[in-house]
């Protein structure tokens, strides 16, 4: 479970009223792990609540991915 929210946005000072949105996503995610130096890591998140206001493009879905290694 993950998410996002963002306020409305502003130009020149005055508040616009149609740019803030929340979003909650739900999905599943592959963790990967070799020894102690390599880290993996991929998910696909689909959208379960949506709130925007007004008339906005909004992901159906997400597919995201780390890769960490240590030395």
């Known amino acids: 479970m993950s998410g996002e929210t963002k306020g409305q946005d502003t130009v020149r000072g005055a508040p616009t009223d149609?740019?803030?949105?929340?979003?909650?996503?739900?999905?599943?995610?592959?963790?990967f792990t070799w020894e102690t130096w390599l880290?993996?890591?991929l998910g696909v998140d689909l959208p379960v609540s949506i709130q925007s206001t007004g008339q906005q493009i909004v992901p159906t879905w997400r597919v995201h991915g780390a890769v960490t290694i240590r030395f």
Do not use: W
């Not at 149609?18 to 963790?31: K, M, R, S």
């Open 18 to 31: 149609d740019t803030a949105e929340t979003i909650v996503y739900l999905g599943p995610q592959v963790n």
């Open 39 to 41: 880290n993996a890591q």
